[in-house]
């Protein structure tokens, strides 16, 4: 019963809904007039594909497996602060110590930082600014949630006015010459690393990838559900081709 809930819930919610609706509409279109089936057929197809958990986890775990993580005693021994980049933030959200709280990918990355830094001793540099009108500030809310983890003021600092990643790195390398750090171990999701990389990379630094908040499993793993359609697939494979067209984008220098 457990698992037809699931399939129902699949095929009832959006993409499964939609994906319902444009099978329907390729066999209107068969039934009509077929010169013109392969158009909904085509979008039912590629629709499928990106809401599957079988082709999203195989499009995420493409990108994702460029850097390995390091070991923390690695780490300490090669970087000399832990830059952590924001992954979106809400504004006036309650919080144990105030309002505004970070994105499941930029507490992920919060807190691999802290982890990092408890193990290192690193200082922790946040990077992100207030993207949209009704976002928070990913800096200022990081560095409340540090503080309230206990992080000495001392190891914080705060880069809080990027708005994208060419940002992070351009305002983080002004800030990090400035307070006279040269070796940056470079925390974010491992979906994001290898456009971070190569951005931080252009921008005249050299991080050490620490990827986290793993979307994918290293190997793949097949049971009947991974069919099924699902907006988290969906959201993980725009994630994915998102990173793949900025890293087009990069070397194109648009």
């Known amino acids: ?13 959006p993409p499964g809904l939609f994906l319902l609706l444009l099978g329907a509409a390729v066999w209107r279109a068969w039934i009509r007039d077929r010169k013109w089936t392969w158009l909904p057929l085509l979008l039912l197809v590629a629709l499928y594909l990106m809401s599957s958990g079988l082709a999203s986890d195989a499009l995420v775990r493409s990108i994702e497996s460029r850097y390995p993580q390091p070991q923390p005693a690695d780490v300490g021994k090669q970087a000399d602060v832990i830059v952590v980049l924001g992954g979106g933030a809400t504004r006036d959200t309650p919080d144990l110590e105030g309002l505004g709280n970070l994105s499941g990918s930029g507490e992920a990355r919060l807190l691999a930082a802290v982890r990092l830094h408890l193990r290192t001793g690193l200082p922790i540099l946040f990077s992100g600014g207030r993207v949209f009108p009704d976002s928070g500030n990913e800096a200022d809310i990081a560095a409340r949630q540090l503080r309230g983890l206990g992080i000495p003021a001392e190891s914080i600092f705060l880069e809080n006015r990027s708005l994208n990643t ?8 002004a800030l990090l010459e400035a307070e006279g750090f040269s070796r940056p171990v470079l925390v974010t999701s491992a979906f994001h690393m290898r456009r971070s990389v190569e951005t931080f990379r252009q921008a005249g630094l050299t991080p050490l990838p620490y990827p986290v908040d793993y979307g994918a499993p290293a190997d793949a793993v097949f049971y009947w559900s991974k069919l099924l359609p699902s907006g988290g697939a969906m959201a993980a494979s725009s994630a994915a081709l998102k990173e793949y067209l900025g890293m087009l984008a990069l070397r194109l220098k648009v």
């Open 166 to 173: 060419e940002q992070n790195a351009a305002y983080s390398k």
């Open 1 to 13: 019963m457990i698992y037809f809930v699931k399939f129902a819930y699949s095929l009832l919610l």
